[in-house]
Every structure is written in C-alpha cells, then in structure tokens.
C-alpha cells in the first residue's frame, strides 16, 4: 500500500517527545494504513534533549533551539509541542498560523483566557488539522465502552465516575519542577496536567457537567529546590469533582478525579458507567480485562468479566491473545492523528479521533468553574451556551 510520509517536527524534546519518536520507529506495527510519520526537525532549548533524537531517530535533519525556525522549516508539515502549560498559547498560536498541523499537549493553554487565544488561530485557520494528546481511550477495553454508548446499552444512566491518578509525588524527596509552580503550570494544578485525559470520554459522550463542587488538596507543601532548601508547592495536588451531567432528557451524577498523590497507583486511567439496562467499567490498573453487567427486569446481577482482546482502532500485527499497553495507546493515538492529517476528518478510515480544540475548551470551563467552586465552597453552574 502507498503510503503518505508526514514530515513531523518535535518542539519540546522530553518524554512525550521520545514517545512519539518511539511510536514512529513501530509503525510497521500497524497493517492496512496508508500514512507514516517521520520526523525531520526537532526543537528545544537545551542541547541535551535534543542529542537524544540525533543519536536515536535517523530521519532527524535539522536540530533547532528557536522553534520559530523550526516553524520556516518547509520540511516539515506537522508539529508535536510539548512544552509547559504557559508556552502553549503562544507557541500553539505561531504553530497554528505557520499552517503546520498540531497535536499539542494537554491543557492547551495555561488558563482559560490562553486557550481562547489558541481557538482563535485556529478559527482563522480551518485547513490545520488541530488536536490534543489524549491516549488513553484507546486501550481496547475503553473503546468497548465507547462503542456500548454509542449502542445506548446503559438504558437510564445511574452515575458515571471517571479518574486518572498516580503516586510519584507520594515522595516529599522529589525534587520541585514546573508543575508544582503556578506561574509555569497554572492554577488549575493536577486538574490541568491530568484532566484532559478524565474528560476525553465524557466530553465525547456529550456528557457536559450542568455544575461543579470541587475538592481540591495539597498534599505536599514543600519540596526540595535543587539548592540545598525547600520550596513551596503552589499547584493542587489532588483534585475531586462533583458534577451534576446531562444526556439527552437524563440527569445524573458524574465524579471527576485527577490525582497526582493516590497511594500505590503508577499510572492508573480509569471509568464506570451504572445504568439501569447495563454498567461496565474499565480501568488500565487490569488493562486487559473489561467488565460489564446486563441487566433485565427481575433478572439476576452479575458482572461479567472477560480479558478484552488486544483490538484498538487500527489493526496491528500482534495476536488478539496478548497484552495491550501504554505504548501501545500513544501508537493507537497517533495514528489517528495521521489518519486525519492525510485522510480528513471525513476520510479517517476509523471513526475514532483524537480529542478535540472544543474538547480542550469544554475542560477550561469545567477547570475554572472548580477553581471558583474551591474558593467559594459554593457550586458552580456552568452555562455551554446550547
């Protein structure tokens, strides 16, 4: 099969970026798909970062520490960028208005206020395919969910609680770095770094919150400088939402949490649905196994548990018997961000895309209304303007 080559420039060469990298190396993992990436440029300034690219990634030609000639690199027709929260609406803007396609990271902008900004580059500029990192709902098991709301199996919906949480900051030892900094990471703390994957489902799903309580903790107050002393962690460590939802003529109650402190979790996605026909829930704490429970009047409840087969949105070489992993969603995820780029969004040759510039900006809402929540102890309606 021909395949479209989408030369791909990395702005920010950190983990996320050697994950991409890393991605692009195992797309021959991928079967019937008539796009590939390769990245030509890379971008960051500091020289360390970048040699890693140099020495690992063959197809790199040109290293940058100023993006903005990575931007006049006419080699390259997408970016990956990411950076810390406050470069975003500036970097995410220049990229946008270069016409290079954007995958950014989450939370695409520092506040609200930054991420309107981003939504009027891309307003302006409706032939750039604009997307957020969100890889999570594509592990097998969330795409089974996806696919049984879609089916409106869950009849009534009881409750929905969806989380993200993990513990390497349980250690008061860890060094301090920008997220735990308001002016780097912004006020929104773990809800900004960690919330976009929470709310790409829901979002979705259409399950936009009529109102937020929130529950927000700092676990860790001070943390090593670097320096010899301590200093002050400004960010939210853990964050709790409690929403009131909307689907169709159907209330109910929707639990939201990000958590960087959840004692014994590495990397732990989660989300349950209840419903009076039919509940599943998945979560990558046991990411092979989905369970669900049908149910009819006066018969019996029982979860079903199955170990889900390794099937994501784009088919790959490995046998349906083994394991799916994070690896293997960041491959998933980026291949539908390339299926849009060189297929259109109406061409993908899957119906599953990445999350969405609207996505993003539904979170801002939620994100600042829980801020204002939080100070006020009140709950906050939150008005889509529908």
């Known amino acids: 099969m021909a395949k479209r080559t989408i030369r791909f420039g990395v702005i920010g060469c950190g983990l996320m970026g050697r994950e991409f990298a890393s991605a692009a190396a195992r797309w021959c993992h991928l079967m019937d798909v008539n796009f590939a990436p390769s990245i030509t440029a890379v971008c960051d300034a500091n020289p360390e970062a970048t040699s890693w690219f140099k020495q690992a990634v063959p197809s790199v030609k040109r290293v940058y520490s100023d993006y903005k000639e990575l931007l006049d690199d006419p080699d390259v027709d997408a970016v990956y960028c990411a950076v810390p929260h406050h470069l975003h609406a500036q970097i995410y803007t220049d990229i946008i208005m270069a016409g290079k396609h954007l995958l950014g990271e989450k939370p695409f902008g520092i506040d609200q206020e930054a991420n309107a900004k981003i939504g009027k580059a891309i307003a302006a500029s409706p032939d750039v395919i604009v997307r957020c990192s969100s890889e999570f709902p594509f592990f097998p098991g969330a795409l089974q969910i996806s696919q049984w709301v879609k089916e409106e199996r869950f009849g009534k919906i009881i409750e929905v609680e969806a989380g993200f949480w993990h513990s390497s900051d349980l250690d008061p030892l860890k060094p301090i770095n920008w997220k735990r900094i308001v002016a780097s990471n912004g006020e929104y703390g773990c809800m900004g770094d960690l919330g976009m994957h929470v709310l790409h489902l829901p979002m979705r799903f259409g399950w936009k919150p009529l109102n937020v309580r929130s529950l927000l903790t700092k676990v860790v107050g001070e943390r090593p400088d670097g320096k010899g002393g301590l200093a ?11 929403c009131e939802a909307q689907s169709g003529d159907q209330d109910f109650p929707m639990i939201l949490s990000t958590k960087r402190i959840a004692p014994g979790h590495a990397n732990t996605w989660f989300i349950r649905i209840q419903g009076t026909a039919f509940s599943a829930e998945f979560t990558t704490k046991n990411p092979k196994q989905i369970s669900w429970l049908p149910y009819e009047q006066g018969g019996n409840q029982a979860w079903h548990v199955m170990d889900a087969p390794y099937k994501s949105a784009y088919g790959t070489i490995t046998g349906g018997i083994f394991e799916f992993g994070f690896s293997d ?37 939620i994100f600042t209304a829980a801020l204002e929540s939080n100070r006020s102890g009140n709950t906050i309606p939150l008005n889509w303007g529908e």
């Not at 002050?232 to 409690?242: H, K, Q, S």
């Open 329 to 365: 969603s960041i491959l998933q995820m980026w291949a539908a961000f390339c299926d849009e780029v060189a297929n259109g969004t109406e061409g993908m040759l899957q119906p599953f895309h990445c999350a969405t510039p609207e996505e993003a900006a539904g979170s801002h809402q």
């Open 232 to 242: 002050p962690c400004e960010t939210w460590d853990n964050a709790i939402l409690a």
